[in-house]
């Protein structure tokens, strides 16, 4: 496990309920060395001036999250989807991001092979706005349960989807509350971790039954030394984003779960 704790920042999503200018103030007073950009959040206040109160807040980005989910079955609305991914592209560069989280789509209508067909070329067509704006489109995959949000639903399918894009500006979100019990994830971060653009890090109790209810970094069961520490090994170095949302987090409230989130992640380090 190496010693030295690796860049992070803390989720926006953490703080679901407190608006875009508080969460910036919040962080700032509790010591966040970077921030999450909730997509959400940042358009409700307002994009430029979000973008201004980020700057004034000295907080370095780490992601923007999320963006999408393209329509799969509907031209036109896939088209209106992608225009404005575009946009969230360019204010994603503005803030200094190193990654846009992207939904690359959903329908119930098609198979998995009819949904990957069509989603892949719409993440295709972003990619010379994203080399040209330097900012990674980071592909996530989410519980079977969300299949309003995305066909992909393990970290595996995720890492198959962009491969043909052959692009380093294309790689994929590693959640760990959602992957750490897949097959071969060992072997994927062994062999893959160069297409991992943001790792996010929660924790998760089972018995679960309900898809984005996550707990406190040490609270559940996910033996996340051993994960951080074989990313670490498979040099990894990009950033990780402490996202966790649900009841659990709630309770303990926002002005304890930051520092507390941000304090139970260096000790996986230590």
């Known amino acids: ?30 010591g966040v060395p970077a921030v999450g950009v909730s997509i959400h959040k940042l358009e409700r206040c307002g994009v430029a001036r979000g973008l201004r109160l980020l700057r004034e807040s000295g907080l370095p980005v780490s992601c923007f999250t999320s963006a999408g989910p393209l329509p799969l079955d509907d031209p036109a609305a896939a088209a209106s989807a992608l225009a404005r991914v575009r946009e969230q592209l360019a204010a994603a560069a503005e803030a200094g991001a190193a990654s846009l ?7 119930r209508l098609l198979a998995w092979e009819e949904a990957c067909a069509r989603a892949r070329p719409l993440v295709a067509s972003l990619l010379p706005d994203a080399e040209r704006l330097d900012v990674r489109l ?20 995720a890492l ?26 060992a072997a994927n971060i062994r062999t ?11 924790d998760f109790a089972i018995g679960t ?7 406190m970094i040490g609270d559940g069961d996910i033996p996340l030394r051993r994960w951080c520490g074989a990313l670490a090994e498979a040099g990894y170095a990009g950033w990780w984003d402490l996202e966790m949302l649900g009841p659990a987090i709630e309770a303990i409230g926002y002005e304890a779960v930051v520092p507390l989130a941000m304090a139970r992640f260096r000790a996986l380090w230590t």
Do not use: K, Y
């Open 138 to 157: 980071a592909v996530e995959p989410v519980s079977q349960l969300r299949m309003d949000l995305c066909f992909l639903h393990s970290f595996d399918e």
């Open 1 to 30: 496990m190496a010693t030295v704790v690796p860049r992070f920042s803390v989720s926006q999503i953490t703080t679901i309920g407190r608006a875009f200018e508080d969460d910036l103030a919040a962080f700032v007073a509790a």
């Open 209 to 215: 039954t309900r898809a984005s209810e996550r707990v």
């Open 101 to 107: 989280i992207l939904l690359p789509g959903a329908t």
């Open 192 to 202: 893959r971790a160069a297409d991992v653009a943001v790792v996010q890090v929660s």
């Open 160 to 185: 198959d989807f962009v491969a043909p894009l052959a692009s380093p500006h294309a790689g994929v979100v590693l959640e760990l509350n959602n992957a750490w019990i897949e097959r071969r994830l």
